[in-house]
């Protein structure tokens, strides 16, 4: 069983700066898929940005809307997830969900809003 919890949202102005944090309890050194996910206002989940892997390598997802603002990355011996975001603008208000895909299962987080606004 794995345990995810989000952290890191908040308000902030456009053009501003956030980074998420997704702590596991147990170890995220091995998964088939992690990454980070959004749910705007009266919008559908879509996927944000995810490490997804192939053998030994990791490939990396980033969707149109972040790429280049975006940057996802982790720390295994924190067992940390990590979404850096730059440059929000309005449209990335959401609350973002973190995701870890291991061994057939699914595990999210609760969700961290952030909310873009001036």
């Known amino acids: 069983q794995v345990q995810l919890v989000e952290s890191g949202g908040g308000l902030v102005q456009p053009g501003g700066s956030l980074r998420l944090a997704c702590a596991a309890s147990g170890t995220i050194f091995s998964f088939n898929v992690m990454g980070w996910y959004r749910q705007g206002p009266g919008k559908q989940r879509e996927r944000v940005a995810t490490?997804?892997?192939?053998?030994?390598?990791?490939?990396?997802y980033y969707a149109i809307s972040v790429k280049g603002r975006f940057t996802i990355s982790r720390d295994n011996a924190k067992n940390t997830l990590y979404l850096q975001m730059n440059s929000l603008k309005p449209e990335d208000t959401a609350v973002y969900y973190c995701?870890?895909?291991?061994?057939?299962?699914?595990?999210w987080g609760n969700g961290t809003l952030v909310t873009v606004s001036s």
């Open positions: 995701r870890l895909n291991r061994d057939g299962m699914d595990y």
């Open positions: 490490l997804t892997r192939g053998g030994i390598v990791y490939s990396t």
